[in-house]
Nanobody, 121 residues
Framework: QVQLVESGGGLVQPGDSLTLSCAAS????????IGWFRQAPGKAREGVVC??????VAFYEDSVKGRFTISRDKNTVYLQMNGLKAEDTAVYFC????????????????WGQGTQVIVSS
């Protein structure tokens, strides 16, 4: 079965670091782009970063550029988050799309259940 399972969320203070994991099963990550998205209460879901295996490139949303880093180890994708800010508070989701990255949420055909990140003092 195809599954994406996020983990690693938690409560941290501003400036702290956190690493999220997206464990993929039932398919080979080589054929897909993996995107991290987030949704804060009362806000629309937004893209954070996407890694394209086909092109070997990552695309970062401006607000996280220089602070967040996406990486892959076999069938697990990681999101290293440094210098966390209160505005990073959200439920974080990973999702897959065959081929290349896209900014269109509905182009991703599988989603994890999300992991909560709270940045608060």
């Amino acid at each position: 079965q195809v599954q994406l399972v996020e983990s690693g969320g938690g409560l941290v203070q501003p400036g702290d670091s956190l690493t999220l994991s997206c464990a993929a099963s039932g398919f080979t990550l080589d054929d897909f782009a993996i995107g991290w998205f987030r949704q804060a209460p009362g806000k629309a879901r937004e893209g954070v970063v996407c890694f394209s295996s086909a092109w070997g490139v990552a695309f970062y949303e401006d607000s996280v550029k220089g602070r967040f880093t996406i990486s892959r180890d076999k069938n697990t994708v990681y999101l290293q988050m440094n210098g966390l800010k209160a505005e990073d508070t959200a439920v974080y989701f990973c999702a897959r799309r065959r081929g290349s990255c896209s900014q269109i949420t509905t182009f991703y055909d599988r989603w994890g259940q999300g992991t909560q990140v709270i940045v608060s003092s």
